[in-house]
Every structure is written in C-alpha cells, then in structure tokens.
C-alpha cells in the first residue's frame, strides 16, 4: 500500500476513533436521565429497575468491547485490509448499532426523539452487506456482488425520503417493501458466503467463515425474538404505560449486541480457530437439552394441575416431581441428544470413534500380526482417507543380527 494512502487512512480511522469516543461520553447523561431519573418509584418495580440497570449496562459493555477490539485489530493487523475494514466497522457499530446514539439524540435533540433509530437504519445495512460479501480474505467473489453494494445504497437513499415516524415504525408498505428489500440482499450475502464456503475457501478461511455465522446466529435469533415485542412496543401511543417485561426485551437485546464484535474479532485474529467445532457442537447439545428439559417441566405442570391439582388442591407437589423429573433425565437425555447431533452434523467423526474403539479392541485380542497389519491399514485408511497409506515393520532377523554384533564388540577376549 502506498505510505500516502495508508497514513490517510491510519488518519481517517483517528478521527472515526475519536468521534465514536466523543458519541459514547456525550450518550452518558442520556443513559441515566432517560433510564433512571425517570420517577422510578411510580413507573418501575424494583425488579424492572434492575432490569434497567443491566440493560444500561449491557449496552455500555457492547459498545466498549466494539471501541476496544477495533483498536487491537487497528493495532495487530492495520495492514490486512480485511482487518482494517472490520476495525472501521466495530467502530460504526460500537456507536450506531451497539446504544449510544439511541439515547445521544433524545437528549440533546428532543425535539426528533427517534432519529437514533433511523440514523441506525440508513447507516449500517450497506457496511454489514459489504462485510458478508468480502470476508474472510477482502474480495468480491464473484466479481458481480461489487454491484450489490450499490444496490443497497440506491435503497439506502430512497429510505432517506421517508418520514422519521415511517422508517422507526415501518407502517407503510413502501417503508416494510425497502426494509424487506435489504433484509433479502444480506440473507443473499450470505448465501453467497456458502458458496464461497465449498468452493474457494482454505481450511483456515473455513474455519473463520464457522465463527462468523455461529455469531451471527446468535445474533440473528436474538434480535429475532427481540423483534416482535418491539415493534409492538414502538408502535404504543406515547401516553401508554411500558408494559412490565419491556426491560426483559431490552436487556435481551442489548446481550445480542456483544455477541458480534466479539465473534467477528476472534475470526480475524485467527486464534484457536479449531476449538469453534467444539463450542458450536456443545451450544447444540446444551441448548437441545435445555429445550427439551423446559418442554418436561412445562408439561408436568400442565398435567399436574389438569389431573392432580382438582383433588388434592395443590401446585406444590407438581412443582417438586417436575425437578424431580428434570433431574433424573438431565443425563439420559444429554447423552440421547449428544449422540443424535453426533450422527447427524458429526458423521465423520462419530464413524472415526466407532471404528477407532473397535480397533482397540481387536489389537487387544488379537495375536495373528498380518491380520492386524491389514485392520490397521483398514482403519487409518477409514478414519484418515489419506491418498495413500504405507506400512514399515522392521524385519526380526535384523534386530538380532544388531544386538549379537553388539554383544561381540561389548564381550571380553
């Protein structure tokens, strides 16, 4: 890179540092004035005033860690263009995306309360579609996708016509047509990434592409329950009471906006890449057998209180067998859903077990050395699928011809 253009660039990124510094302080009275000061003692429960706080502090922690880790990547990797662009991305994020500019604008421009949210909704859709079209390595492949970019910025402009109350809200068929649209175009970014996945990334680049979509996953079902409650929420008259469990949704959504940043960082980095097989393996176990254990719970109670509760008169009982019965199948059930999630996304290496534990057995029976030999090939060739597979066995009759001319040299005349 030319030493002009990268100290402009090493410049711009000071100055987007600095700005999203000077958006996250001047947030701070925002914060507590909208959240905190508001008569808490009529409109918040003391547990609705905890939620609060963790949802103040949820968002405070995304966009810290956004700020925190552009700057490692700024300081590790400034001249992996990739990297640069993700640096410059968690800074855009950190401010925009993560809280700060959500509560900046009601509190220093109340006379437009929600222009945060539509700042959010015409600055980030064309950075995150630019980043699911050129990670991990910084190209555009297939060389068309560079149009779609642009795409989303002709959609981005026409969004800027509409009404402040209609891009928040979404309540015009234009305002739901454009948002769909750049929906559609980042659920084809990453379709694209599955392409590129089988057909043109290394294993490293793989194992990059698996950090990114188990965020991104995490991410997208969060906002996805999100979703619902909050456009009901937006779309209450002003004067209507919050309802109780508004905060639960705000917390919920301000956890989901960790999740990124910290996913995107440890792709690039490239650090410990092979333990995302493991973390993506157990997040599917665990949370299958949490899944499954909550469906038990609920349905002993349900059918305590339609079967048992009318003649004995109590929920207590059902509430203790519903533990009870939790507990007892936590086990079972871990090891039914280990081996099922095994067999269907881990065939390879559930069969490699099996065959492997088989071939233990028959090393430990077996006395015949060629049969051995030949189930030893068999089972490398199995498990390992290598190109070609050799075997050296060095000969006995060499092995004593060595030790008796060692025990000639050694031995006394």
């Not at 918040?44 to 925190?68: K, M, Q, R």
């Not at 980043?131 to 149009?147: A, D, E, M, S």
């Not at 739901?176 to 929906?183: E, R, S, V």
Request: net charge positive.
């Amino acid at each position: 890179m030319n030493r002009r253009i990268a100290f402009s660039i090493r410049l711009l990124w000071v100055l987007a540092l600095l700005a999203s510094l000077g958006m996250l302080f001047a947030a701070l009275p925002g914060y507590f004035t909208e959240r905190v000061v508001a008569d808490p003692a009529v409109e918040f429960s003391t547990l609705a005033l905890a939620g609060t706080w963790l949802e103040i502090c949820l968002s405070l922690s995304a966009a810290l860690v956004s700020l925190a880790l552009a700057c490692l990547l700024f300081w590790k990797k400034a001249s992996d263009a990739m990297a640069l662009f993700l640096s410059f991305f968690l800074l855009l994020y950190g401010s925009i995306m993560s809280g700060p500019i959500e509560f900046f604008t009601p509190y220093w421009f109340p006379q437009s309360p929600d222009l945060g949210l539509q700042l959010q909704s015409v600055l980030l859709p064309v950075p995150v579609l630019i980043f699911f079209l050129i990670f991990p390595n910084g190209r555009f492949v297939p060389h068309w996708t560079l149009g779609l970019p642009l795409l989303a910025v002709v959609l981005t402009l026409l969004a800027l016509t509409f009404d402040l109350e209609e891009s928040v809200k979404l309540n015009t068929l234009r305002a739901q047509i454009t948002n769909g649209a750049l929906w559609l175009l980042c659920f084809f970014a990453i379709g694209i990434q599955a392409y590129r996945y089988r057909k043109f990334y290394t294993p490293a680049e793989r194992q990059q592409t698996k950090w990114v979509v188990y965020g991104t996953g995490l991410w997208a079902a969060l906002i996805s329950l999100n979703g619902i409650p909050y456009l009901y929420l937006v779309n209450q008259p002003a004067t209507a009471p919050a309802p109780w469990w508004s905060w639960l949704n705000s917390a919920s959504y301000g956890l989901a906006l960790n999740i990124l940043p910290i996913a995107f960082t440890l792709a690039i980095m490239r650090s410990r890449l092979w333990d995302i097989d493991v973390i993506i393996r157990r997040t599917l176990v665990y949370g299958g057998l949490t899944l499954t254990l909550g469906l038990v719970y609920v349905g002993c109670i349900l059918v305590s209180r339609t079967l048992v509760a009318p003649y004995i008169g109590s929920s207590e009982l059902a509430i203790v067998v519903s533990i009870l019965a939790i507990a007892a199948l936590f086990l079972p059930l871990r090891r039914r859903i280990q081996t099922l999630i095994d067999k269907r996304f881990y065939r390879r290496k559930y069969d490699a077990a099996k065959v492997l534990a088989a071939f233990g057995a028959t090393a430990r029976d077996e006395t015949d050395l060629e049969r051995l030999t030949a189930e030893l090939l068999r089972v490398v060739d199995e498990t390992m699928q290598p190109e070609f597979v050799g075997l050296w066995l060095r000969e006995p009759t060499t092995h004593s011809m060595l030790d008796s001319a060692r025990s000639d040299v050694t031995s006394p005349q």
